[in-house]
């Protein structure tokens, strides 16, 4: 593949199909980081996965990343290797113009251009809203709405990796929850003395969660770490408004991810 993406390179082709695969490749290799001769080519690894790379790299710089990688395939689990077996001859066609040997974006799966895109966009307005537990209008929507389906790819390219996940609810996902808004949801319940210890540990669980993760299923709380602590009944019996407040709280930071206003 190497081979094919330097002959791209000399004769000024594309060849955006092979950079994907040494990109996905590179990408299997940077998890096996326990062996030793992966870890002696890291910084090659790290170097191979981004799209900067390809498109500053020269022909001697392709060779260094062919003879440094090679070795280490073997490392990599035999079922995910595919063995294609061809029979061909190679015949002219036709002689074309080409506009550069590849195009960067589509080096980029749609969802790590989404990803990089919300992580480095915090301050866009709807985005911002979504960080910052604020309900988003029709506009905010659409204005996502027109950045994941059109800038960043297409509609069929997002419902492919989310399904139907609401895009509100994915941005919320992905970039998490401020933690001052976190904090600010929760505020009633940080202030001292309001709490015992395992009430205001549980609490600071759930404001932990929903900073990393955005939203927050309500049966989340039956599981780890959540059950180490105790369920919120037990944790509250002696005063359950407690118990429904906290869960009015999540109601609210999951409905501002995914609920438009007007």
Known sequence: MMLIIELAKLQGTQSVKPIRKV????EKLSKLGTIPQIVAQRHVIEKVMTAKFWEEADIFEMEKVREALRDLIKFLERETQQIYYTNFKDEWLAVEESRGFYNTNDLQSYRKKVSQYLQTNKDQIAIYKLRNNKPITKQDLEMLEHILW????????????YKDLPVTKLVRTVIGLDQEAANEAFMVFLQENRLNVNQLRFVRLIIDYVVKNGVIEKSVLQEEPFRSVGSITELFSNNLDDARAIIGIIDTINKNAEVVGA
């Open 23 to 26: 990109m996905e490749t590179a």
């Open 150 to 161: 059109k800038e960043l790819g297409t509609k069929e390219d997002y419902e492919r990796e």
